[in-house]
């Protein structure tokens, strides 16, 4: 069983930042596939990015040049740092890692004044 536990949301203004983190605990040998999805009222959740263990990344298009996913597999934990955010950002954000199924995050509020 792996259990997520996120950190990092809140209120900002536009053109700010925020750094989203989420640590997985429990029995994990390693975590094939680490990432963050995004839902905002009225809308379909999301990919935000996604980054595996060796490295690969995927971004929305939306969040390019902006947004960067990192991991520290040494903690299981992977960090989102959001940048020059905008309003349409504003989201409940969940992290999701792949193990030998899925597990998402309880989410975490980011919202984005203008």
């Known amino acids: 069983q792996v259990q997520l536990v996120e950190s990092g949301g809140g209120l900002v203004q536009a053109g700010g930042s925020l750094r989203l983190s989420c640590a997985a605990t429990g029995s994990i040998f390693s975590i094939p596939v680490m990432g963050w999805y995004r839902q905002a009222p009225g809308k379909q959740r999301e990919l935000v990015a996604d980054?595996?263990?060796?490295?690969?990344?995927n971004y929305a298009d939306s969040v390019k040049g902006r947004f960067t996913i990192s991991r520290d597999n040494a903690k299981s934990t992977v960090y989102l740092q959001m940048n020059n955010l905008k309003p349409e950002d504003t989201a409940v954000y969940y992290c999701r890692v792949v193990v030998t199924r899925t597990y998402w995050g309880q989410g975490t509020q980011v919202t984005v004044s203008s």
């Open positions: 980054l595996g263990s060796g490295g690969s990344t």
